[in-house]
């Protein structure tokens, strides 16, 4: 019995150790020539209680669109090839500043 408890225990405490849940996938990579954040529509305020959606490069005006958020991250869609992004990849922000945190798959 005292071993299953520490069993138990010992997955409790990795489980809580992960920053993004696992359903979100974990960061394979950094993508490319991406913008030092990106950007809400205009009247737009970002927060750390919701991803918004379309987030926008402010360099050229590439929209990127939600998909999936959890624990303060978001992840979206880009237009296929930009910022060296496939289709079966998605780009995590954080929600509260339009930062970008990776490259996950879909």
């Known amino acids: 019995m005292k071993k299953l408890v520490l ?12 920053s993004v849940p696992a359903v979100m996938g974990e960061i394979i990579r950094q993508p490319e020539n991406i913008p ?9 305020t970002l927060n750390r209680n919701s991803c918004k ?4 490069d402010p360099r050229d005006g590439t929209e990127v669109r939600f998909i999936r958020s959890e624990g ?3 992840d979206y ?3 296929e090839g930009k910022y060296g992004i496939n ?20």
């Open 72 to 74: 303060g991250v978001g």
């Open 53 to 56: 959606s379309p987030m926008i």
């Open 87 to 106: 289709r079966n990849e998605l780009l995590r922000l954080y929600c509260e500043n339009g930062e970008v945190a990776g490259v996950v798959k879909k």
């Open 77 to 79: 869609e880009v237009p």
């Open 7 to 18: 069993s138990l225990f010992s997955i409790f405490l990795i489980s809580c150790s992960t």
């Open 36 to 44: 030092a954040a990106f950007v809400p529509e205009d009247g737009v």
